[in-house]
């Protein structure tokens, strides 16, 4: 073991060249070479100061490799191009930059007998190209013939993190900007003259509309990455019923149908998220509406189930077979491509995010009904 250089963070010893040989040795013989080497993602297998002695091709065509021999005994921050794989003698884990690496963190506590994902940020030179790369990478204690190693795994999340980023910044730029219009908007309704603010009305409704849809999308897009708070509150079951019957009897899926209440709809007091539950309930109104011919009818309920209360949409139209079967997929819709996220918003909203279960009944005699079932408090 060499232990000549000093460190700021993890060990710098290294192996000698016999004992990384043998360590390749064990490991290019191993059984599940080849599946390892079928993999896509980029696997390296570590030893206990770090060191690579072993490597799939995805690793190997990544960095122009013919074999592991080329990178062996190399540290993943060193074969990556990492800028701070050269601030120390010591190398890869060496620097005060890798104290903040997740990769470096990640392996520390796989030779500690611990399996562990963390996210990397590295900033790396290729072809002396500067790159920012953005790792998601997972390390996994691994003992062979009385030895431990490290099996260390890293997908690229650059691309996906960017999108994310981005996102960011298009909802909150337009949210501003829709907002803006629609303030000027609500302060031109009392300034035109009487036979113009019919128009503005219009228009100011037009922009509630598209306001609550992006808000949905970017409430979809934090759902789906696990970023979505849930901020619970106490509700009265028939007041959001009765707000959305009102919102959806002025909606454009509205016009010309029936919308109401049921008789038969119980008084529940419940704790969850108000936005949340009206999203889901809002979805399965929409969605009634728009399969219900004109003159028709759309019924909204909530029947009180004890320590739960279910919350319910009927309409009379009946599903075919293909639209039952697909209901709830994400890539599915009966509106055309690239529509029909509502099911499974519901879906997503409903059970992740306030804990409860969505389901849906579809028979002759009985219409179609979508159901919401909440706990009265959520854990």
Avoid at 203 to 222: G, K, N, P, T, Y
Avoid at 272 to 299: F, I, P
Avoid at 324 to 342: E, P, Q, W, Y
Wanted: glycine residues 8%.
């Amino acid at each position: 073991m060499d232990d000549t250089f000093p460190t700021l963070f993890a060990p710098a010893r290294r192996a000698d060249s016999t004992d990384l040989l043998r360590q390749y040795e064990a490991f290019k013989d191993y059984h599940c070479t080849e599946m390892v080497n079928s993999l896509p993602s980029l696997v390296v297998v570590l030893n206990a100061t770090r060191q690579i002695v072993f490597a799939n091709k995805s690793l190997l065509d990544l960095v122009g490799a013919t074999d592991v021999k080329d990178i062996l005994g190399q540290r993943p921050g060193e074969v990556l191009g990492c800028v701070h794989a050269k601030d120390t003698d010591g190398g890869c884990g060496t620097s005060s930059f890798c104290q903040e690496c997740g990769a470096v963190r990640a392996i520390l506590k796989s030779l500690d007998g611990v399996r562990e994902t963390q996210e990397c940020s590295m900033l790396r030179t290729n072809r002396g190209i500067f790159e920012a790369l953005d790792l998601l990478v997972t390390a996994v204690p691994f003992s062979l013939s009385g030895e431990n190693f490290t099996v260390f795994s890293v997908i690229d999340i650059s691309h996906q993190n960017r999108r994310r980023a981005l996102e960011r910044i298009f909802f909150h730029d337009i949210m501003n900007t829709a907002g803006g219009l629609k303030g000027l908007l609500e302060m031109l309704r009392d300034e035109v003259p009487p036979h113009l603010r019919e128009d503005v009305g219009v228009l100011h409704v037009s922009f509630e509309r598209m306001l609550d849809e992006i808000a949905s999308q970017r409430e979809l897009m934090a759902a789906e990455s696990g970023e979505l708070v849930v901020r619970s509150m106490m509700l009265k079951s028939t007041d959001v019923l009765q707000s959305l019957a009102g919102v959806y009897a002025r909606h454009d899926s509205g016009r010309g149908k029936r919308l109401g209440l049921s008789p038969d709809t119980d008084v529940v007091w419940l704790e969850t998220d108000y936005t949340l539950l009206s999203r889901v309930m809002g979805n399965m109104v929409k969605n009634a509406l728009e399969a219900t011919d004109a003159g028709g009818l759309v019924e909204l309920g909530c029947t009180d189930e004890g320590e739960r209360v279910a919350f319910w949409v009927r309409n009379a139209q009946i599903m075919d077979d293909s639209t039952r079967l697909n209901v709830f997929k994400r890539s599915f819709s009966t509106k055309g491509t690239g529509r029909g996220l509502g099911t499974y918003s519901m879906k997503l909203l409903g059970e992740r995010y306030l804990g409860g279960e969505v389901s849906f009944l579809s028979e002759h005699g009985k219409g179609t009904v979508f159901t919401l079932r909440l706990p009265l408090r959520r854990e």
